[in-house]
């Protein structure tokens, strides 16, 4: 119990300090918006074409739009030695990781779900065909990013270019949950089910999760402290 409360207290902390001055999330939201449309002028939206770009396409998208939150998790505790109070307090790393990752996961779910209808508009594509399994790919693939990449963040936060160290270490290590969602969510975008083969891509993302997730709690305190 202790636990969970010392977790809701970090999410909503960060919610509240991010929607404050909304700052990456602003961000988040006009880089997705902008690539979608600049790119939605290289291809032909023909279904043909977005079939084949749009699990790569909007992956893209999500993922670089996600690091921008992402750099902003532990940054914000810069200022005025927050960073130093938040680890003196009595508060394990693995609830400070999970209640973080946690307001990470809904900033990045938010710029998707605006993504998502903008990327059916430019695209001429009916997304909501199969709903409730995109939206299981979506969850899964966003949780994989938000637990890799908050560690990273709070590793990378003391360097002077973390906006660039942060994406080269989490980028190679999403390589097999990448895989996984670009080929689910083409896949579902074009109203096919998941089924057969294509299976092993959801197990695929469950497994991602659940090992990264337990990784991070692990060593999320040796990070933080050294």
Same mark, same amino acid.
């Given at each position: 119990?202790?636990?969970?409360?010392?977790?809701?207290?970090?999410?909503?902390?960060?919610?509240?300090?991010?929607?404050?001055?909304?700052?990456?999330?602003?961000?988040?939201?006009?880089?997705?918006?902008?690539?979608?449309?600049?790119?939605?002028?290289?291809?032909?939206?023909?279904?043909?074409?977005?079939?084949?770009i749009?699990?790569?396409?909007?992956?893209?998208?999500?993922?670089?739009?996600?690091?921008?939150?992402?750099?902003?998790?532990?940054?914000?505790?810069?200022?005025?030695?927050?960073?130093?109070?938040?680890?003196?307090?009595?508060v394990?790393?693995?609830?400070?990781?999970?209640?973080?990752?946690?307001?990470?996961?809904?900033?990045?779910?938010?710029?998707?779900?605006?993504?998502?209808?903008?990327?059916?508009?430019?695209?001429? +594509?009916?997304?909501?065909?199969?709903?409730? =399994? &995109? !939206?299981?790919?979506?969850? #899964? $693939?966003?949780?994989? *990013? %938000? @637990?890799?990449?908050?560690?990273?963040?709070?590793?990378?936060?003391?360097?002077?270019?973390?906006? +660039?160290?942060?994406?080269?270490?989490?980028y =190679? &290590? !999403?390589?097999?949950m990448? #895989? $996984?969602?670009?080929? *689910? %969510? @083409?896949l579902?975008?074009?109203?096919?089910?998941?089924?057969?083969?294509?299976?092993?891509?959801?197990?695929?993302?469950?497994?991602?999760?659940?090992?990264?997730?337990?990784?991070?709690?692990?060593?999320?305190?040796?990070?933080?402290?050294?």
């Amino acid at each position: 119990m202790r636990f969970l409360r010392q977790v809701a207290v970090i999410t909503a902390k960060d919610l509240r300090a991010e929607m404050r001055t909304k700052e990456a999330i602003n961000a988040s939201f006009a880089f997705a918006i902008v690539i979608l449309l600049i790119l939605s002028f290289a291809f032909d939206p023909t279904e043909e074409t977005t079939r084949e770009i749009s699990g790569g396409l909007l992956w893209i998208v999500f993922t670089f739009a996600g690091t921008l939150v992402l750099n902003r998790s532990f940054a914000r505790e810069l200022p005025n030695d927050c960073l130093d109070g938040l680890l003196a307090a009595p508060v394990p790393g693995s609830a400070l990781f999970v209640g973080k990752a946690l307001a990470n996961f809904v900033f990045i779910l938010a710029v998707e779900m605006v993504a998502l209808p903008v990327f059916g508009i430019f695209y001429n +594509v009916r997304w909501t065909r199969q709903f409730w =399994p &995109l !939206m299981l790919v979506l969850v #899964l $693939g966003t949780w994989g *990013l %938000t @637990a890799i990449g908050t560690v990273f963040s709070a590793l990378t936060v003391n360097i002077r270019l973390r906006e +660039v160290m942060l994406p080269l270490l989490v980028y =190679p &290590l !999403m390589i097999p949950m990448l #895989l $996984g969602a670009m080929r *689910l %969510t @083409a896949l579902l975008v074009a109203g096919q089910p998941i089924a057969g083969d294509d299976t092993v891509w959801l197990r695929l993302l469950f497994g991602f999760d659940i090992i990264f997730t337990a990784l991070a709690l692990v060593l999320m305190e040796t990070v933080l402290r050294g």
